[in-house]
C-alpha cells in the first residue's frame, strides 16, 4: 500500500510534521511520510473574517494529483473557517483523499497561554487521526471516549482520548483495505 503522506502548507515546525507520521504509522500500522512544503494558500485569506477559507484551500488540495500517497494530510499555521463555523481545527471530506489540520487554535489553551511542545503535539496527533478517520470513511461518534468524537473546542480535543473505540477501530481496520468513496464533507472544532 502507498503511504500516507503530511505536507507542510508554507512553514511549520518539522517536529510536528514528524509527530503526526509517528501516531499515524505508531497507532494504524500505515506507512507515513513527509512531503516537500506547498505554498501557504495565501489566496484564501478572507478580508472580512481575518481568516483563511478552509474549503477554498482543501479544493485547490484536492486539484493536485499525489499519486505516490494513498491519502495526504495538509498542516498548516493558518486560522482555518468554513462558513458556518466560527473556526475548525480540521477539515476534510469524507471518503476524500486530502485533509486539512490548522496549528494556530491547537497553539494556545483556553486562557491563551501558549500550549507547550507535549500539549500541541498531542492535540495536533489526535485531530491528525480524526481526519485521517475521515478519510477512511468514519463518520462522528456517539461514544465520547473515542476519537471520533470530539467536534467542540479545545477542551474537549484535550479531553478526547488519543485512540478510537471499538466500533471506530474496527470499521477502520477494515475501510483500511479497500478505499471507498463519498462526497460529504466534514468540518472539525469550532462553534458556528
Ligand atoms: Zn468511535
Ligand atoms: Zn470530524
Redesign the pocket.
Known amino acids: 500500500m502507498k503511504p500516507v503522506g503530511v505536507v507542510p502548507f508554507g512553514e511549520v515546525d518539522a517536529i510536528v510534521l514528524k509527530t503526526v507520521a509517528a501516531h499515524i504509522l505508531g497507532y494504524l500500522q500505515i506507512a507515513t511520510e513527509v512531503a516537500p512544503p506547498m505554498e501557504f494558500p495565501g489566496y484564501a485569506y478572507d478580508n472580512k473574517r481575518f481568516q483563511y477559507d478552509a474549503g477554498a484551500i482543501l479544493k485547490a488540495f484536492e486539484s493536485v494529483s499525489f499519486h505516490d500517497f494513498t491519502k495526504i494530510i495538509g498542516i498548516l499555521d493558518a486560522d482555518l473557517f468554513v462558513p458556518i463555523l466560527t473556526y475548525v481545527f480540521g477539515e476534510a471530506r469524507q471518503g476524500g483523499k486530502c485533509a486539512l489540520i490548522s496549528l494556530h487554535r491547537l497553539k494556545r489553551n483556553l486562557d491563551g497561554s501558549e500550549a507547550s511542545p507535549p500539549v500541541l503535539f498531542e492535540r495536533v496527533a489526535k485531530v491528525a487521526l480524526h481526519e485521517l478517520g475521515h478519510l477512511y470513511n468514519?463518520i462522528h461518534?456517539?461514544?465520547e471516549?473515542?476519537?471520533?468524537?470530539f467536534s467542540g473546542g479545545i477542551r474537549d480535543l484535550d479531553k478526547a482520548p488519543p485512540y478510537?473505540?471499538?466500533?471506530?477501530?474496527v470499521?477502520l481496520r477494515d475501510a483500511l483495505s479497500p478505499a471507498k468513496n463519498d462526497d460529504d464533507k466534514t468540518h472539525d472544532g469550532g462553534n458556528g
Not at 145 to 149: A, E, G, N, S
Open positions: 468514519l461518534c456517539e461514544n471516549r473515542c476519537l471520533m468524537h478510537f473505540c471499538r466500533y471506530c477501530s470499521y
